[in-house]
Nanobody
Framework: QVQLVESGGGLVQAGGSLRLPCAAS????????MGWFRQAPGKEREFVAG????????FYGNSVKGQFTISRDNGKNTVYLQMNSLKPEDTAVYYC???????????????????WGQGTQVTVFS
């Protein structure tokens, strides 16, 4: 059974940084694409960043390019989201997700991911 467990969320002042780990277990992830999404109150879930497990290719949502960095540690089966220069509008529940696409592409929609973590709250105050 696949498990994705996020951590690292919390309360941070605007301009600060947080790193969110997502620990993955339950199957082989070599063919997976790992993604981070976020959902703010009253808003739709938004794609933040993704990384291919095998090649480490990264891709980002337009709203976080240059601000967030996604990475993975194959040895630890963990994906990280480094968030810098945080703003109040970054406040949301952040979710880790895993997908196993059949082709070589970079999925950015939540329907393209098969497994989800429980989410971790990030609150940025000014």
């Amino acid at each position: 059974q696949v498990q994705l467990v996020e951590s690292g969320g919390g309360l941070v002042q605007a301009g600060g940084s947080l790193r969110l780990p997502c620990a993955a277990s339950g199957r082989t992830f070599s063919s997976a694409v790992m993604g981070w999404f976020r959902q703010a109150p009253g808003k739709e879930r938004e794609f933040v960043a993704g990384v291919t497990w095998s090649g480490g290719n990264v891709f980002y949502g337009n709203s976080v390019k240059g601000q967030f960095t996604i990475s993975r540690d194959n040895g630890k089966n963990t994906v990280y989201l480094q968030m810098n220069s945080l703003k109040p509008e970054d406040t949301a529940v952040y979710y880790c997700a895993a997908g196993f696409p059949s082709g070589s592409y970079y999925p950015a929609h939540d329907s393209e991911y098969d497994y989800w973590g429980q989410g971790t709250q990030v609150t940025v105050f000014s």
